[in-house]
């Protein structure tokens, strides 16, 4: 059983359209993080959540909206996207929010602007 | 602010040879600290943590680290390199009161 699952693997879409990418996990955790990773391999934390409410919001434009229906699922939505936003992004989990709980991480999901 | 340095952007090491990845941290306090590693396509898997306690960690797939409190380190060692260690290599620093931040990676290659 994959504990922490992303949908879609690959996105590949057009500048100015709205995306979505999903994230589940089956491991009981209350926190949710979302991680942008560059074409550095860069990972920078997007966002985190617990028991789907917004913990960590860091500088990240407002385009980017994480949504939580219940603290098993952490979804990314993107609007109006730009070849900027084009990388990896993994979402994550941990029973705690604090930063001596191990996190699981999903596959990622590249998204790629053209 | 806490904060990690991987000063090594990327290591080749021959197959079986030993292996030592480096790694610096800034935090006032005792850190959380971790190495994570990711395949290529794949997430990030936990190697091993420190917390506390013995400052020699022993984690999966025969990895090894050790933290120094006084070089603000925690550098991760192999005995002998296997060619499926080849991967992207983070170390992380947390504490109580934040979250994790990850070094920039070494990329570690293996060389038959």
């Known amino acids: 059983d994959t504990a922490v699952s992303q949908t879609p693997k690959y996105l590949v879409t057009q500048m100015g359209n709205d995306k979505s990418i999903k994230c589940e996990q089956n491991?009981?955790?209350?926190?949710m993080y979302w991680y942008k990773q560059d074409s550095k391999k860069f990972l920078k934390i997007m966002f985190s959540?617990?028991?789907?409410?917004?913990?960590i919001n860091e500088t990240v434009p407002n385009r980017f909206s994480p949504k939580s229906p219940d603290k098993a699922h952490l979804n990314l939505h993107i609007n109006s996207l730009e070849l900027g936003d084009s990388a990896v992004y993994f979402c994550a989990s941990s029973q705690g929010g604090t930063g001596g709980d191990e996190q699981f991480f999903g596959p990622g999901t590249r998204l790629t602007v053209l | 602010a806490q904060s990690v340095t991987q000063p090594d952007i990327h290591i080749t090491v021959s197959e079986g040879a030993s292996l030592e990845l480096r790694c610096n941290y800034s935090?006032?306090?005792?850190?959380?600290l971790f190495w994570y590693v990711q395949s290529p396509g794949q997430g990030l898997q936990l190697l091993l943590k420190?917390?506390?306690?013995?400052?020699l960690v022993q984690g999966i797939k025969g990895f090894e680290a050790e933290f120094k409190r006084s070089q603000s380190s925690f550098n991760l060692r192999k005995p002998s390199v296997h060619w499926s260690d080849a991967a992207e290599y983070f170390c992380a620093v947390g504490s109580g009161y934040s979250t994790l931040t990850f070094g920039k990676g070494t990329m570690l290659l293996v060389s038959p």
């Open positions: 935090y006032g306090a005792t850190p959380y």
């Open positions: 420190y917390f506390s306690g013995d400052t």
């Open positions: 959540y617990n028991n789907k409410e917004l913990i």
């Open positions: 491991l009981g955790h209350d926190t």
